[in-house]
Every structure is written in C-alpha cells, then in structure tokens.
C-alpha cells in the first residue's frame, strides 16, 4: 500500500488544481454572460442621456 501513496497524492492534487480552474472558468463565463446581458439592455434603452427628454416628449 504504501508504494501507491504517491499516485493517490498525484491525483488528490489534479482533482483539487482541475476542480479550482474549472470553478474559475464557469466564474468568469458567468460573469462576462452578465456583462453582455448588461449592455444589451443599456443598448435597448431610449438612446439619450438618463432624464434629458421624457418618453411621451415626442
């Protein structure tokens, strides 16, 4: 048993370090799907500064 201490330890570490980089690359998809979310709405809004004009001001 204690020949394989070594590949336990070698696969403990991968799991962990691949666990963290995967847990990082869904973060940072999350957030760039908010920041696109975020400017698609910013984008959808009347086109003018915020309060310049009314809506109904046509």
Do not use: C, P
């Not at 940072?28 to 004009?53: L, P, Q, T």
């Amino acid at each position: 048993m204690g020949e394989h201490f070594g590949w336990i330890e070698i696969v403990f570490t991968a799991v962990i370090a691949l666990g963290f980089g995967f847990y990082q690359l869904w973060s940072v998809n999350r957030e760039i799907a908010r920041d696109r979310e975020a400017r698609k709405k910013a984008s959808d809004d009347a086109g003018h500064a915020v309060g310049e004009h009314e809506l109904d001001d046509r």
